[in-house]
């Protein structure tokens, strides 16, 4: 499943690039300009397509993570969360505004190292946006902050629910997965709803600083 969801967000990004299509983004493209061939727009439904397809290997992931308690193999390394939230955040928050939302973004002023699995991390930023552009209310802002607490790095998502969007699954696999692996990743995730506003925390252990050298 790991490998469906790479090549699937590899063929969304390549949609997604201006002016290029997948072929233009290989080391080595073909030289298609002897055929006389105007290199197309990204194509939006494509994109539609190549997303249903990754919700449905997150939700088939999902179920065999969470029903079927199997162990996840990671690859976690240390990262730095101004570059990995840059990329994380970054373009669903853009993916949110093109869709007319407006996102205000709290970043920490200096980043911290966190040691995590890029791949999976993503995977839990990916579903928590996939709720909000179903469920939030476009006419209200959507609220992304980040603050450290006791050791841990904690980015809040908040956003008004829409009071006409469709029922929220039941069994609300996307939630529950995302628990899991924050779980596995060595932080968490909780979630709440209240008057109208549904909150996200996912929080991850800060390595400790390196302590200054003494002078001589």
Known sequence: NNQAQIVLDQLIFSIRISGTDFFQTLPFPPRRKRLGKRVPAPDMENEKKAQQLRQLTDKLFGYFLVFANRELHLKQEPLDTQLLFTQLFGEEICCLENEGFTVT?????????????????????????SNIHKYADPAKPVQVQEQLRKGHICVRLSNAVNPVAGAVESNQIGLRTSRKLMQLLGGGLHTSEAKGVFLAELTLPVQPQPEPAAEA
């Open 105 to 129: 973004w709290e970043r920490l002023e200096q980043g911290q190292t966190v040691v995590t699995d890029a791949v999976q991390l993503q995977r839990v930023v990916a579903n928590l946006f």
